[in-house]
């Protein structure tokens, strides 16, 4: 490779990534949009979709960077609870009370529990510019930002029902370390889901995807952020990443339940899951 990544050590990776993850901070969301050409957000969409949080469910989002999983999640989760409240009002002009009552779900004596999200992140510049944008669209209501390293992360046990991490398992040192850790502060019952790039299966987009990351990633880092080299420690990361297969089996033997994958966009990106007994 032209950056020679793998052959630094452990520690230095991790000052590595953090330096990237700076500099290209306040460029991050722009430069997210510019090299999927959009379609991150269909993948996170995707993300939620096989989520389907209920109200009151409580979220981490690890390596969540400016926030985006966790702004969509309260969104799906608002959501789901106006179609809840209108289907209440509907059937308060036909129904019995007790009818009412019982199509809600997770609601307690005084009705739903608020939602939360943390998101947590080992680099303090990258919440900052999600914290920003909370606050200048008035989104901050159930959200928290935390600084945290995945390896090693600053919750008790059993705290959330659902773990997500989003394009960032690949930056983390000893994946089966973060996988430990996102066993451990999920409540049984609770539910790990990951998005990252992984193998593309498909021949010809294979050659596709190659030729446009290999040659395009750098040079749109260069033009949007003045930043050549953080793309290409970008590109090299994600070939370096277990395949499907292999991080499925990952899971599983960190003691996940069910664990299975789905293949998006012909697999430059996977969504793995797996369930806390
Ligand atoms: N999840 C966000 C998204 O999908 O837009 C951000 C993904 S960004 C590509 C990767 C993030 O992983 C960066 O914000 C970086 O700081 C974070 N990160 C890297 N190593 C980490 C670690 N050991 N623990 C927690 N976060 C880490």
Sequence with gaps: THFGFETVPEEEKAKRVYKVFEN???KYDVMN???SLGVHRLWKDALLHAMHPQPGARLLDVAGGTGDI???FLEYVRSQQQRRERRVARSMQTQSWQDISSSYGTEGEDGPRESRAVVCDINKEMLKVGKQKADSTGTSAGLSWVVGDAEELPFDDEQFDIYTIAFGIRNVTHI??????ALRVLKPGGRFLCLEF????NPVLAKLYDAYSFQMIPVLGEVIAGDWKSYQYLVESIRRFPDQ???K?????TGFYCAQFHNL?????ALHSGFKL
Excluded: N, P, Y
């Design 198 to 201: 992984s193998k593309v299966t």
């Design 249 to 253: 089996r990952m899971i599983e033997d």
């Design 245 to 247: 297969e292999e991080f």
């Design 24 to 26: 290209v901070a306040q």
């Design 265 to 269: 966009t012909g697999g430059v990106v």
């Design 70 to 72: 966790a702004f969509r």
């Design 176 to 181: 089966d370390q973060a996988l430990q850790e």
């Design 33 to 35: 949009d510019a090299m």
